[in-house]
């Protein structure tokens, strides 16, 4: 990382320390370099994630991993889809704090932004990857990413220790959705780390149009 970069993380950091209304609990600087940042980076093992011009964070929460992964990618353009408006404006004091000139926060539901074009504003199809950390179970994930994804794209969702019924469930979800479940890597982040995974899943095929579903579907009635 370069020293511009570390700045960006150091002031980061400091930021959410800071920040008076934190949507987490991990904020304390060294806390935080190891739970929100470097578990963030360890995405960056997915070479499409490295490479990418274009993602969304889908539920980004307190603003991880798209926040780190923007420091990281300076040349990609990051939108860190919330819906809870609260936590957007974190995110965005977040990112005014760090410098972050190419992360936008869009307030929306990830279905509404889904349903809506690329090229009509919206997020459908207009995507190189999305990532997601810490939202849902993998069927649900596959059926937000799914119209977000330009044919060729990838979703790397953070998962925690592996779980066979929830993989074939997300295995029979992207097929549905048109992805295809293509990897789970094990990382390990920081020092300690345990049970950490990316599940990377790739957009091989068109989203059939009744997808996204309205806003809730996906969790109360998963597709698998």
Do not use: C
Not at 78 to 91: M, P
Request: proline share 7%.
């Amino acid at each position: 990382m370069s020293a511009g970069s570390a700045e960006q993380i150091r002031l980061l950091l400091e930021a959410l320390a800071a920040e008076p209304d934190p949507p987490t609990t991990v904020r304390a600087p060294a806390a935080a370099l190891d739970g929100h940042v470097a578990d963030s980076l360890s995405g960056l093992a997915v070479p499409e994630l490295s490479a990418t011009r274009r993602a969304a964070d889908i539920g980004a929460g307190a603003g991880f991993p798209g926040l780190a992964l923007a420091v990281a990618l300076p040349g990609a353009s990051i939108d860190l889809v919330e819906s809870a408006g609260r936590k957007a404006a974190v995110i965005e004091r977040l990112a005014r704090a760090a410098e972050l000139t190419n992360v936008r926060a869009v307030t929306a539901r990830v279905e509404e932004w889904g349903a809506v074009p690329g090229t009509a504003g919206g997020g459908g199809g207009a995507y190189d990857a999305v990532t997601v950390r810490a939202v849902a179970a993998l069927p649900v994930l596959a059926e937000y990413a799914a119209p977000l994804l330009r044919d060729g794209g990838v979703l790397v969702a953070w998962k925690g220790a592996r779980d066979a019924a929830e993989e074939s469930a997300g295995r029979a979800a992207a097929e549905r959705l048109g992805l295809v479940a293509e990897d789970v890597l094990h990382v390990e982040p920081f020092e300690g780390a345990r049970d950490r995974h990316l599940h990377v899943y790739r957009k091989v095929a068109p989203t059939p149009e009744r997808f996204p579903r309205r806003p809730g579907i996906a969790v109360k009635r998963p597709l698998a």
